[in-house]
């Protein structure tokens, strides 16, 4: 399925009070709307994703997997502030016919769910059957669960938590500081701060992955190397790969996003309490060797959900088997999405 864009020429007002005059929103969708529009699936992507689910979930999503366009009305839109359709730092400000770059105006979670619900109703959808996402994706799900309840029915969350850790944020202010450092950051061209880019990249990496991982997969077999080593190289490779298909502007921006998410913002500020009212059937994953988002995150969400229920997959890779271990993940979705 080709990329789609719904343009709205309202003014868009964000959480940071600022307002963008339209908005464009990137999106996919896979299969049809059923007549009772009972089939219909929302998948939310994570920081460095776009809305082609069927792409970057494999595995999982697409022709004869669990998320089946063959049954299954499946929607992901491409999150705003992003570099993959939707309007973000490179998109033209209509008040100086440029691109934004560094005048791109701050975006919360909230501000992308607000989006997500402009384009729900656009494509006539009253009802979301199943909300899913994994790491910045269970953030906008969790957000929108919240405020939309009446319209999500399920959710399937999964290496996410309620609210951006202390960890997670020093994480990425070392990412930006990556960046900032690059001297061509804020340079109003479009491959500003691609070194800075590619360096923030390796610090994720080592958060994506873990120890073991890197242990079992980049050691070298010669004792006798002094440089050039394997673990290097991958990481290399890694930071490049990311700058050839991304931005350091919405890299930038969109982890300031992830630093805002906090489900009680505005909220009364118990975050307990928030949690309580989410009254869907969730059915949350944690995968054990995480350490960018832990099981602890996943734990505080089940204990407190009221109709939550917690898995644990098994698995290498960190953080992002969240993308990987698509058997697994299988294993434990398909029969919660049965479920009466």
């Not at 697409?62 to 998320?67: E, K, P, Q, T």
């Not at 384009?119 to 994994?134: A, D, N, T, W, Y």
């Not at 990249?201 to 997969?217: D, H, P, S, V, W």
Request: a negative charge; proline letters at 4%.
């Amino acid at each position: 399925m080709a990329i789609q864009h719904y343009t709205c020429e309202a003014p868009f007002l964000l959480e940071c009070g600022e307002t963008l005059h339209g908005l464009e929103i990137a999106y996919h969708t896979y299969g049809s709307m059923n007549a009772e529009s009972s089939n219909i699936i929302w998948i939310c992507h994570a920081l460095t994703a776009n809305s082609d689910a069927a792409d970057w979930w494999k595995g999982l999503v697409g022709a004869g997997y669990l998320i089946n366009p063959d049954e299954y009305f499946i929607v992901c839109a491409n999150i705003i502030g992003s570099c993959y359709g939707s309007t973000g730092p490179l998109s033209n400000n209509v008040a100086s016919h440029q691109p934004y770059y560094s005048h791109f105006p701050l975006v919360t979670i909230r501000d992308m769910v607000a989006a997500h619900m402009m384009l729900r109703k656009h494509l006539g959808i009253e009802s979301i059957q199943l909300l899913m996402g994994g790491s910045m994706g269970g953030y906008q799900a969790l957000e929108w669960a919240v405020m939309e309840p009446s319209v999500i029915k399920k959710l399937f969350l999964i290496a996410t938590s309620p609210s951006e850790s202390a960890w997670g944020v020093a994480v990425h202010t070392a990412q930006r500081l990556a960046i900032e450092a690059d001297s061509t950051w804020r340079h109003h061209i479009t491959d500003a701060g691609a070194a800075g880019l590619k360096a923030a990249r390796a610090i994720g990496m080592l958060t994506y992955r873990n120890y073991a991982t890197f242990q079992e997969k980049q050691t070298d077999p010669d004792p006798e190397k002094i440089d050039d080593f394997k673990a290097s190289s991958y990481i290399n490779y890694q930071g490049q790969k990311l700058v050839n298909r991304f931005n350091a502007y919405s890299y930038w921006l969109l982890t300031k996003a992830m630093d805002s998410h906090h489900l009680a913002r505005g909220r009364g500020g118990n975050l307990i309490a928030v949690l309580q009212s989410i009254q869907q059937p969730t059915l949350i994953i944690g995968i054990s060797s995480d350490i960018l988002c832990p099981i602890d995150e996943q734990q505080f969400m089940a204990t407190y959900m009221p109709n939550a229920v917690l898995e644990i997959i098994h698995s290498t890779y960190g953080h992002d088997g969240f993308i990987i271990e698509t058997q697994q993940i299988t294993n434990l979705l398909k029969p919660f999405m049965h479920q009466g």
